[in-house]
């Protein structure tokens, strides 16, 4: 009887994870595009894998990184001498 039980825990775990980090990409993402980090937290915790999507196909702001940089450009500009 407690197998099952421990099968469950690991599984909620992993699908926490999931949900932890498509937050994460989804802040990465509306910060990028020039929104700020909570949206994209709010639609990452709220809609999950699906936040991530939203972020990808959301207009990004004229001025933001995203169309300054890339998506995943640096700011900063490293010289070797």
Known sequence: M???FA??????LWLTYAWLASAIVSAYLSQRKGYGERPGLAAGLLLNVIG???WLVWPAKPESLWKTVGPWGSTVKSERT
């Open 7 to 12: 099968l469950l825990g690991a599984g909620a």
């Open 2 to 4: 407690t197998i099952p």
């Open 52 to 54: 991530i999507i939203v």
